[in-house]
């Protein structure tokens, strides 16, 4: 039974707010990063797929596109309506559902596939929407995890940043923290790529935390530092940085 709290509704009320320009913004359907996404989902004409808090479905009309059987879910009913309208405009289908990822409601060994990106960082158990995830995918399926994952030396200075520009914002995990996540739940590495996805920093903020953050911005390029782990840089438009992205496939054991 899923029971909704406060911090589910911060997402919901951030994520109402974003839905369609976040759908909107070229960064996320970016052809490289995509193209490394659905290399490591891996999937052929008529695998089902899960796609777990899928936002505006940019993922999952990627992998319907692939010939999948998708299925996507999210906490956000103005996302999931972006969603259904992206599959519309794109004329491909997908099952669409509202719902919460640490209660997902399928059964067990329902899915070939089950991704989520850019949504750990939402998360304030990770760990148990990583075994929902585990538990709904079938015996030698493959699950994949695309999230920010800032250095651990920059882990602290990149919170505060993300939380001041999305207050739905938790931590994002470093790249070992997300290995063993994995390794706890007993999943079999596959593959760990990295890519970092460029953005202008006034495209991803709300107008009231713009001069916070574009404050803390220019202070750490003026430093030399790079304590916030973005690469920031004043640019001709403004102030632009980078997204440290991994990808982390592994699989679910077989079991006898």
Known sequence: ???????????????????????ELPI??????????????????????????????IVACALAREGADVTGIDLTPAMINQARHRATDMNVSVDY????ARHLP?????????????????????????????????????????????????????DQAEMLRDPSHTSALTLPQLLSLGAEAELSHVLTEQYRLESRLQDQVAPEDWSALKTMFA??????????????????????????????????????
């Open 97 to 100: 559902h509202v719902g919460d």
């Open 28 to 57: 996320h359907a970016e052809a490289e990063s995509m193209a490394q996404t659905l290399a490591a989902c891996s999937v052929s004409k008529g695998m089902t797929v899960l796609d777990v808090a899928c936002g505006p479905g």
């Open 219 to 256: 202070e750490d390029i003026a430093s030399g530092r790079d304590s916030l782990g973005m690469g920031a840089w004043e640019a001709e438009d403004g102030i632009r940085f980078f997204f440290p992205i991994s990808i982390v496939g592994w699989s679910k054991a077989v079991t006898e």
């Open 106 to 158: 399928f059964e067990a060994n329902s899915f070939d596939r089950v991704v989520t990106r850019y949504s750990f960082h939402h998360m304030q158990e990770p760990a148990t929407v990583l075994a929902e995830m585990v538990r709904v995918c079938r015996p030698g399926g493959r699950i994949i995890v695309i999230d920010a994952t800032p250095a651990p030396e920059c882990q602290k200075g990149y």
């Open 1 to 23: 039974m899923s029971t909704s709290t406060p911090h589910d509704s911060q997402i919901v009320a951030q994520f109402t707010r974003w839905a369609r320009p976040f759908s």
